[in-house]
């Protein structure tokens, strides 16, 4: 190896093991790790401008082909993914307007009134609530307002959330697999592989719905006999609040829906109009902020810019790794362990990230192995859209076993620690772990059964 292949790669585990250790916040470690790539491995030792300027990659978004690409597929680029960045910061302003008017909560009540508040209905619909949420809006948000409200109705009724909130956050993580917008890992598969929604929700959403049965099935099973002794408890209902309560402002609301509304469409029909998911998501940002008006301020302030921040560093390591060919060497390795057998590389990628994907976060590995996947499919001649289906199962899902496995998790599990229910990694585990392994495994024999 090299000395800038060695930097590079030193530099890239010096900054998952930063992350793992969660001492200092993550952003400032992929900027930091980020910077040292930019300035020594790029600047010091290869001395290579175009390197940097690759990897910033900051020429394309002066593109017309980074707006609109006229219904062909998107040109995948190295460095950082400016699409993903803008295309997540777009979504974020979106959730934030529907939050403020109070969309979330009157869903979440609504639907639990039209069971009438019946625990094994509720179970089940909360479950199916999370799952189509979470294809469209981040997870972390689904589970942040869907844990809360479950809460609430728990105390209201007097059931333990637990089992409904550890269902929930399974099914956030399995519909956030199912389509392009649902995780950050697709957002990222999707862009650099120029990938559409359609090619998700026909792929990566038949897995999810097939194994949304099972899972479903799973956990009434795992958590009957609770449901059973809840369910033929006697409660006065009449002291929930209404739905209509949860809206704020009526206006916003309806401007709100209909916003959202629009951003699926857009994403649906993306592949067909040629707009790509960045001018999506920055046209759905600018209609929200103009239809707040005054508030638009405010909305700018609660979007995540730390989660934006630790894209950028990221995916200028992972350039790191791609412009010095350690990530070529990866493939040669995979490549040579699965001898170019297809269904073994699938099983590789697949239970390799879900593994990976339960101990450390799923953003990085998933733009880290993007490279991979392809140089795999260019050298051993392996159909690609294979691969990155395989890559998008394993980490979306695998995150879901334990308790640090997706950020979806931790909110999940701190909403209901706040409110007196706490998760350990025991009881966590025992539940969601044999889940994870279900779907991985549903997922895999789909793979192995439709393309190898």
Known sequence: MTVAQILALLIFVAMFVLIVMDKIERQYVTLGCGLLTLIVVFGIVM???????????????????????????????????????????????????????????????????????????LFIVFMLMSFVLAMFIDSITVILFLAAVTVEISRLLKFDPVPMILSEIFCANLGGSATMCGDPPNIIIG??????????????????????????????????????????????????????????????FIISCIIFACAVVLLITHAQTGLTVAFIGGIIALITLIVSGKDAVQLLKKVDYNTLLFFVGLFVVVGGLEQTGILEVAAGLIGKVSQGNLKLMVAIIMWGSAVASAFVDNIPFAATMIPVIKSLSAVQGVDLSTLAWGLSMGTDIGGSATPIGASANVVGTSVAAKNG?????????????????IVVTISMIFIFLRYC
Not at 82 to 95: L, P
Not at 223 to 232: G, H, I, N, S, T
Not at 421 to 437: D, L
């Open 47 to 121: 001395r290579n401008t175009d390197a940097i300027m690759a990897t910033l990659n900051l020429r394309s978004i002066f593109t017309v082909g980074f707006w609109y690409i006229g219904g062909s597929a998107e040109e995948a680029s190295s460095g950082i993914n400016w699409a993903t960045i803008i295309f997540i910061a777009g979504m974020m302003v979106m959730v934030e307007g529907m939050e403020k008017a109070g969309f979330f909560r009157w869903l979440c009540m609504r639907l639990a009134k039209m069971v009438h508040y019946k625990p094994i209905p």
């Open 191 to 252: 862009t650099s592989l120029g990938y559409s929604f359609g090619d998700f929700i026909t792929n990566t959403g038949a897995m999810a719905l097939i194994s949304l049965v099972f899972v479903v099935i799973y956990f009434f099973f795992v958590f009957r006999k609770e449901l059973v002794a809840e369910e033929a408890e006697v409660v006065d209902t009449s002291c929930m609040p209404e739905p209509k309560d949860a809206i704020t402002n009526k206006k916003d």
């Open 421 to 437: 229910h706490v998760i350990g990694w025991g009881k966590y585990c025992k539940t969601a772990a044999p889940a994870t392994i």
